[in-house]
């Protein structure tokens, strides 16, 4: 098979959550398992750090591949899903695995795939672990895909373990309440090993500092670490003052959400834990790695400007608190008139997601291309409700295109409301 090939196998012949939803997880790391130990335990052959939470873990791992790989480390990064090469998902210091390697691997364990079948994610771990062992990654940085406990990433031992935050997100799968997603995050939390929480949610702090008790696990609270004074856009980067007890940073980021003071916040603290295990990390190189997160890490679709006159940006966020955090980028935005190019999913429940949008916008229903889309003139349908007025759209770029068609020079143009949707507009 050549590489396209490769890849339609992959996707046609696993099971991938992304396309069909809940249907595609198993409730153990038994596949996981078996695949570490048919390709030699290639997880034990490198130091890592593992990464849960709601939102920001895809960020956090990028800012953190970014300062390792500038302080000279070669640096893995694993993450999901992709937005445009599905090669997105498996870096060396900013660099996609190749396709031969992935035709390679495809090729060398067809028959152990087609004997364990494993889903899309589980195969997808064992190619990126297998591929930072071969390549010899002095740390790779890995976010969970979903969940915590249960997921294949979680037969890692890392030098240390973070969750950013807990939001309702995948309730049908991690449970109905903040304390029992809580508990599932909280199962990478591993013995003997530093754990830095991002956020401080006062109700469910107690499940991790019981976990981290109970697996000897040094806690940290990040947000308790650092504040900052000042937060600001200056040349199309965020500047953040932040203080810690023995330090101060002056930040300049290049990546402008205002939701990345609070990652920022994990990263430092991580930072610290990993000076302490011995990785040496200059000042001057962090802040210089968190200048050019994006050139040394390839991360997209973070609050993303795609053009300008009118403006356009995408943004990732999709579940509760990820909706809120884009409208309050979006109130900190100077236009005339918004215009929101919008589409979700079928399985999540988002009348709450909708309660919060703004009804003095302008609105592009449209289906992103998988099965677990919701149709766009259901959403129209369900928007209503809420007084979201629009049309519905046949697709994604067909909705970005009628937007840029209504909008003037100083609207903007919002693309969201789905990972996938964001996807197609890149």
Sequence with gaps: MDYAQTL???????????????AALKNDLSNTIKF?????????????VHIAGTNGKGSTS???????????????LY???????????IKINGEMISEPEVVDFVEANKTFIEEVSPSFFEATVGLAFQHFAKHKVDIAIIEVGLGGRLDSTNVISPEVSVITNISMDHMDILGDTLQKIASEKAGIIKINTPVIIGEYQEEIKQIFIDKAKEQNAELTFAANEWCFNDSKIVNGKREIEIHGKEKSYQIALDLTGTYQIKNIKTVLSTINQLKQKGFEIDDDVLISALSEVKKLTGLMGRWQTLSENPLVICDTGHNEDGIKEVLNNINQTKFDHLHFVIGMVKDKDISKILSFLPTDATYYFCAPKLERAKPADQLKEEASEFNLNGLAYADVNTAIKAAKINAKPDDLIFIGGSTFVVAEAL
Excluded: N
């Excluded at 339609?8 to 991938?16: C, E, G, I, T």
């Excluded at 335990?41 to 130091?47: C, L």
């Excluded at 993450?79 to 998902?89: A, G, I, M, Q, V």
């Design 8 to 22: 339609s196998y992959l996707y046609a012949k696993l099971p991938m959550f992304t396309r069909v939803g809940a």
């Design 36 to 48: 570490c130990e048919h390709l030699d335990h290639p997880e034990k052959k490198f130091k890592s």
């Design 62 to 76: 990028h800012i953190l591949a970014a300062i390792l790989q500038e302080a000279g480390y070669k640096t893995g």
């Design 79 to 89: 993450t999901s899903p992709h937005l445009k090469d599905f090669r997105e998902r």
